[in-house]
């Protein structure tokens, strides 16, 4: 599936939920199930920047494709960067470079996905993109 | 029915709905909220009155210059003050403590001298002196804090020195409520030291009547955004003798008597250490702020303040799974903070916001004191004259369901 294309299924699934309350139960549970995240790789060196939770990113090249890994101590943060991880593994360093897809603006998740510095989700982004162009380059 | 039951209309800000549900704002702690008299103030000073103050000599400037020195006066006898010289405008309560960091280690302090602060300080009552005890080469201490949450003061004394030239303590904690007693204090550093007294009062003066000549003290700082007034004013309080002896930080436009190529001299207190343009729309609207806390009555203020405490001690003390970290003294702020084992705070407050309620999450500027709680992060409930009982019970019901969404 393209990027495009996950997005668009995340969407459908989100815009189920009537309210941030229950969009954020679903987050709940996706945190839960990712069990995949090793504890011994919460490392200083691959956390994002983040202000109110940790988030830890670890890329990996396998078939010239890019999987991300991401962990947070958060619950709900643990969930989303759960789904923003999913977006972007299994793909090429080109598209997810020249994907212009903004999901600030994609995903109406409230409070917790808004383009704040600070915020964990938001750096993820930034690394996610920063490291897929350094491979590049 | 109390002065405070419909007070909430005073608040614009609460006829918002949020997540489809009325604001429960209880963050007070952070920032207020704005009564209509503070917002409407400031905006008649843009529409009718703008000009620079101390500036023109035409009737606009002369007008704002006018409200913006009575606003001095407002102060003076809010904190019964002996001259209204003795108020001096800043940024805030953060600014304000830099100031006195700079100023009081430049003039009065030398290699090996000390400063006494508590484990329990906001950040901005630690960061300004540990960069000034770097510069001149002084000593920290920190006053520890009992199981109870307030001070050890036996702990204090036995600090004290002839070493010691500043003490500097929170009035009122941002995290437990603790109210230290402020005259104890005194008396031990007046009979133990020859040090100045500074009380961080950016949580105690929006909540309490605060008197500086019967506590003694020698500074108080605070901020008007926390106290109904608006962001970017703040005020230094100090004895005038000590003003007098204190050096500027800041140079520039206002705060100068003479200036020559080579030197200057400086313009009497309070304007020596306020220099440039200075926030005077803001200085207004903390004056009507004064006005509005003065109309109801700070002793009103602080009964109210002291109802929803106890009433958050029966309400919030007894809910399944959640600590609390509050005073345990028997007077103490409206101020509860909280945190569940094995529920991330920023998860708690995310929840608790979908049900329309305001808290913080975080380490609250006082990271030092959490870390020797052995905890990393809290909610915080702080309330203020325009909460009232529903407010707890709402909070209480929305951790409730949020807990058990999180476990
Ligand atoms: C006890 C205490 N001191 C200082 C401050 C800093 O105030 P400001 O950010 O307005 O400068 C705060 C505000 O959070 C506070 O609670």
């Known amino acids: 599936m393209s990027i495009r294309e996950k997005v668009d299924e995340y969407k459908k699934i989100l815009d189920i939920f009537p309210n941030d309350q229950e969009k954020y139960q679903y987050l709940i549970e996706k945190a839960k199930e ?28 396998k078939n010239e494709k890019l999987f991300f890994n991401s962990d947070s ?23 997810i470079v020249t994907s212009e897809i903004d999901l600030m603006e994609e995903f109406e998740l409230g409070v917790i996905l808004s383009p704040a510095r600070r915020n964990g989700a938001y750096s993820m982004l930034k690394t996610i993109k920063e490291y897929a162009k350094n491979l590049i380059a | 029915m109390s002065k405070f039951s419909e ?21 007070s702690g952070a920032t207020s909220q704005k009564p209509n008299s503070v917002i409407d103030k400031m905006n008649d000073i843009y529409k009718f009155n703008n ?21 001095r006066n407002k102060l003076q006898s809010f904190l019964n003050a002996s001259d209204s010289d003795e108020i001096i405008f800043t940024k805030g309560t953060t600014e304000a403590l830099n100031f006195l960091a700079n100023s009081i280690a430049n003039k009065l302090m030398g290699e090996g001298d000390e400063i006494i602060l508590s484990e329990i300080e906001h950040h901005a009552n630690i960061i300004p002196w540990q960069m000034v005890a770097e510069k001149y080469k002084l000593n920290i201490n920190y006053v ?84 109904l007034g608006p962001t970017g004013i703040g005020v230094v309080w100090g004895k005038k003798e000590l003003l007098n002896s204190l050096d500027p930080v800041y140079g520039g436009g206002d705060m100068i008597e003479e200036v020559h190529y080579d030197k200057a ?18 200085a207004i609207g903390l004056g009507a702020a004064v006005d509005y806390l003065g109309n109801l009555g700070m002793s009103e203020v602080e009964k109210h303040s002291d109802e929803l405490r106890e009433y958050g001690r029966k309400v919030l003390l007894d809910i399944d799974g959640v600590n609390v970290i509050h005073s345990e003294q028997d007077i103490a702020g409206c101020t509860f903070g909280m945190y569940v084992d094995g529920v991330h705070a920023t998860d708690l407050s995310v929840m608790l916001d979908t049900h329309g309620v305001a808290v913080r ?13 052995g905890i990393d992060a809290t909610i915080r409930s702080t309330a203020y004259i325009y909460n009232d009982k529903e407010d707890i019970d709402t909070l209480k019901s929305a951790i409730i369901s949020s807990v058990e969404m999180l476990r």
């Open chain 2, 51 to 71: 000009a620079n103050v101390h500036r023109g000599t035409y009737v606009l400037s002369s007008e704002t210059t006018q409200e913006y020195e009575s606003v």
């Open chain 1, 34 to 61: 990712n069990n995949s995240f090793p504890p011994e790789l919460r490392l200083d060196n691959f956390k994002v920047n983040g202000c109110q939770s940790q988030v830890w990113l670890v890329p990996e090249e």
């Open chain 2, 7 to 27: 007070i909430k209309k005073d608040f614009p800000i609460f006829e918002r709905n949020i997540n489809g549900n009325k604001l429960t704002y209880l963050d």
């Open chain 2, 144 to 227: 520890k804090v009992n199981d109870d949450f307030s001070l050890d003061l036996d702990d204090l004394s036995s600090k004290l020195s002839s070493k010691t030239k500043v003490v500097s303590i929170v009035g009122e904690s941002n995290l437990s409520g603790m109210l230290p007693d402020i005259k104890e204090i005194n008396n031990l550093v007046r009979s133990n030291s020859d040090s100045l007294l500074i009380i961080d009062g950016a949580q105690l003066v929006p909540h309490r009547k605060v008197d500086v000549q019967d506590l003694g003290i020698d500074f108080l700082v605070f901020s008007g955004h926390k106290m």
């Open chain 2, 265 to 282: 001299t400086w313009a009497p207190v309070p304007h020596k250490f306020e220099a440039g343009t200075p926030p005077y729309v803001e």
């Open chain 1, 73 to 95: 101590d958060a619950l709900i943060s643990k969930g989303l960067v759960t789904l923003i991880a999913s977006i972007y593994s299994d793909e090429k360093a080109e598209d």
């Open chain 2, 361 to 373: 999450a975080g380490h609250h500027c006082v990271q030092p004191f959490h870390r020797k709680l």
